[in-house]
């Protein structure tokens, strides 16, 4: 009988490599604390809070748009990634990745497939997902996943030759921009791709109003914090749409604990341009998109 999940291989030593420990999130949380500004990853360490908000409460459903928006181009988008290295920055659930592999098993390829995730619970369930995948398509996929940080990350793990870098989900939302981009620039060598799936910031107010008294996100984001006593967790979340920076974020006693940039498009374009991405395509749906930029 055929064992069907050796069609998921490790793509180097192990299938999930480990660089991240409890102690450097705690760290990174303590001094988020001190300089008044929660980093993002501390949301997502408990995978369960960030299941039930994609299942039922997203402000944004923006699995489901974007997933809508990467379908309705998938020709396009597939003939620019070719059979490029995917390198997914942020596996959450994991439904639009896993929709990207599957076209490019359904292209007659065998991907090679990384995902760099905070939460190993996340990277854990894609591993499952790619091997249902694989069973299905009967081909290989060649998968690596790595529990670390963006920031921790060097292009070089994704070994050499051209790579997709592919960030969905609005997750470049939630970081001071010139990190996040710092980090795509540092990892992309020339010719490489970035795939960048944003929320538009069409009607900040609805936004705010979709954030705001949502029990859920309060929920994901208290749990990141509650172990801090040092920090008023008694206090009510102040939501509040930043004009300047375009960001809904979320205050407790001034210390910021939550943000998420919205975009336009124009603005996404010409920032990118200055950390070396170009433009080569950009797909809309109501209030979503997903750019594609190509490293010069
Ligand atoms: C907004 S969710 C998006 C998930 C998925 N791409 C989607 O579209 O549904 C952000 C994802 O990035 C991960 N993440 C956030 N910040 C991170 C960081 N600094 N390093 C590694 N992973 C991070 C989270 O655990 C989560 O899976």
Redesign the pocket.
Known sequence: MQNYCMSVRPLGRVMIESRLSQKLLDSRLEQGARERYI???QW?RKGEN?FSI?AFSNPFK??YT?LAVLTENRGRLMELVGNMPLV??????????AAIVQWALEAGLSPAVHG????WE?LEVFLQTLKNLSVEYGRDIFYRGHH????MTDGRQFGSGKKAHI?????VG??PQEEIFGVFKSNARKGDLLVL?VQLGKSPKKLLEQYRDNAQMKRLIMAAIESRKDLPLRSELAWDYNKKTGAIEAWLGGVQVFRSKKYDVGGLVGYAKQFGFEKVDVFERGDCAVAVFKKA
Do not use: K, M, R
């Not at 997914?88 to 990745?97: A, K, M, S």
């Open positions: 980093p993002g990853e997502f960030w994609t923006t699995v974007e997914f920055y942020g596996v959450g659930t994991g439904d639009t990745e760099i995730d905070v939460n996340f670390t940080l963006f920031q960030c969905l989900g609005n997750t939630n970081f799936g």
